[in-house]
């Protein structure tokens, strides 16, 4: 076997002996490794050393009112949410429950009318038709979005993206 | 509530059956036909875009009039992007929405400050996260609390750069 | 506690862009994604089930993280609130404890960052928040060998605390949570390898630091 702490990633074979995780093959190879060699006999007895060290810190234990107290901010968050909203909510909870064959003839026709990924050029953004069935986003997350557009092309991000994107092909 | 699982269910069957039988039969090659990367991730600004003139008309017309001038100039001036920095823009948007709202809010003041720098220190700043980009997030982690960063920058500029350093691609 | 269990469910657009379903064998669910997709249509209970289940390791990763009980169980809440906040837009794009754990580290190294850890005041007698002491198992050892025990557990705590965020994040994921590198990657958003180096360079200095306790 050749000597792990002369390789750059030594630390993971010796990690996983440590652990417990290394096949039974590898950790008996590792082993008669450790007969021979010096330098990982001490790594070895170090990272054990650690090990147990580690497993001496338990942490505190939670309150007992951890959920209660929980529940109360969700509670309070949720009475201070505007009625809008909440009618949003609860009108699409009865749309949901009230129409879930409209549900099934929606995603229907996404199967018939889907174009998948490649077959269109991206137009603006993007290169997959949507369904959207006449639902697009609030104009205020639109607008919110070219904000954040605007502020982000600043940075231009775009050398950098540019040389992800090749690492990616 | 249980027929529409069902109806759901059998509805995802109908729209996604050959991705799942694809990965059940131990499909290999890693990324599934249907994920998208993050270039291709939809935004507010592209659902807006794939919605008919009409559509796009009734939601602009919400807006009152200076805001909506500012937002038909913002659409102009995104759509007369290269597609490469149009990508770029949209990878950073969707790395920015992945933070929670308070995280992502502390970015946007980040960059309004960023904003706020004279050219000169802007360019010192995107050179910075340029060379960044290049680096491991360990060496990243490094070379933002080594002395020659402290050196380069004020204070300000330095959590900027922090900042700013959260929405580079990882290596 | 580990986290052992659970693969990627479903193939749905990506919440994380750099996970990928190797589709080897068949489909495993991740048992607490469906619940998660209850608590999107609705069911309370599987919400309640969710936070019995993972409130506990979420708590005790925070407090390693942040060495202040306090300011861990705040954090832990925030943690389950944005869980419950995300609910009617919740995609199983990840496994569950890849989310929460990737929530549970972002809000640790903000906390970390803003400055709001205190040292925690160890001893040997703590108070608890309804006043009791908290007496240490009894292991059989004396007085000294008491002593000797808690300065060593204190020498540890200091040389966690001392790694950077990122590392010390790996680390207690590696070593308390039993997760593997792939999905630490996931949590810290980075590479595998990214993973290994930032665990086995911690793992070396932690060595380090704690040499002369061998």
Redesign the interface.
């Given at each position: 076997m050749e000597c792990p702490s002369k390789r750059e990633d030594s630390s993971e074979v010796l990690i996983s002996y440590v652990e417990g995780s290394l096949s039974p093959s590898a950790q008996i190879a590792f082993e008669r490794h450790l007969e021979a060699c010096g330098r990982c006999r001490e790594l070895t007895a170090a990272q054990q050393e650690l090990w147990a060290a580690l497993d001496t810190w338990a942490p505190a234990e939670l309150s007992a009112d951890f959920n209660e107290r929980l529940y109360e901010r969700i509670a309070s968050e949720e009475s201070s949410r505007p009625k809008w909203a909440e009618r949003l909510t609860k009108a699409g909870l009865a749309w949901q429950q009230a129409v879930p064959v409209v549900a099934a003839c929606a995603a229907l026709m996404v199967v018939f009318l889907w174009r998948g990924p490649g077959t269109e050029p991206g137009v603006y953004f993007g290169e997959e038709a949507v369904a959207s069935q006449g639902r697009g986003p609030q104009i205020e997350q639109v607008e919110s979005a070219l904000e954040d557009f605007e502020m982000l092309g600043q940075l231009d991000f775009r050398s950098v993206a540019e040389s992800a994107l090749r690492k990616k092909i | 509530?249980r027929?529409?699982?069902l109806?759901?269910a059998?509805?995802?069957m109908?729209?996604?059956g050959p991705?799942?039988a694809?990965?059940?039969?131990?499909?290999?090659?890693?990324?599934?036909?249907?994920?998208?990367?993050?270039?291709?991730?939809?935004?507010?600004?592209?659902?807006?875009?794939?919605?008919s003139p009409e559509?796009q008309e009734k939601?602009?017309a919400?807006?009152p009039p200076e805001?909506r001038k500012k937002?038909e100039a913002?659409?102009a001036?995104?759509?007369s992007l290269p597609?490469?920095?149009?990508?770029?823009?949209?990878?950073?948007?969707n790395r920015?929405s992945?933070?929670?709202p308070?995280?992502q809010q502390?970015l946007?003041k980040a960059?309004?400050k960023?904003?706020s720098q004279p050219a000169d220190r802007?360019e010192a700043i995107?050179q910075e996260?340029?060379q960044l980009?290049?680096l491991?997030?360990?060496d990243r982690?490094v070379r933002l609390k080594s002395p020659e960063f402290r050196s380069t920058f004020n204070h300000g500029e330095q959590q900027i750069v922090r900042d700013?350093a959260d929405?580079?691609?990882?290596? | 506690m580990g986290y052992g269990t659970g693969i990627l469910f479903g193939a749905q657009p990506s919440w994380d862009a750099r996970v990928n379903y190797d589709g080897t064998g068949p489909v495993s669910i991740d048992q607490d994604a469906v619940l998660m997709l209850r608590v999107r249509e609705g069911d309370q209970a599987s919400f309640g089930v969710l936070l019995q289940r993972h409130r506990r390791p979420v708590f005790h990763f925070l407090c390693r993280m942040v060495q202040n009980q306090a300011v861990a169980e705040e954090l832990a809440q925030e943690v389950f609130l944005r869980v419950y906040r995300s609910r009617s837009t919740y995609e199983p794009t990840a496994k569950f404890t890849t989310w929460l754990f990737r929530i549970a580290t972002r809000l640790a190294l903000n906390s970390l960052r803003d400055g709001k850890k205190e040292k925690l005041q160890d001893s040997l007698e703590e108070e608890t928040p309804d006043g009791t002491s908290r007496q240490l198992p009894d292991r059989g050892r004396t007085i000294e060998q008491e002593m000797m025990y808690q300065a060593r557990l204190r020498e540890v705590r200091e040389a966690i605390e001392e790694l950077p965020a990122k590392q010390r994040a790996a680390v207690l994921m590696h070593k308390y949570d039993d997760m593997e590198y792939s999905q630490i990657a996931r949590v810290l958003r980075c590479s595998d390898s990214a993973v290994k180096s930032l665990l086995f360079r911690a793992y070396e200095s932690l060595r380090f630091a704690l040499a002369h306790l061998v």
């Open positions: - | 509530m027929a529409t699982y109806i759901a059998l509805a995802l109908l729209c996604g991705e799942f694809q990965g059940a039969q131990g499909h290999r090659g890693g990324v599934v036909s249907n994920r998208r990367s993050p270039e291709q991730e939809k935004t507010p600004v592209d659902e807006f875009e794939r919605m559509q939601a602009l919400k807006l805001r937002v913002q659409l001036k995104l759509r597609p490469e920095q149009r990508a770029a823009l949209r990878q950073t948007y920015l992945e933070f929670p308070e995280r502390q946007r960059l309004q960023f904003g802007q995107r996260l340029r980009s290049g491991s997030a360990e982690a700013m929405l580079l691609p990882a290596r | -």
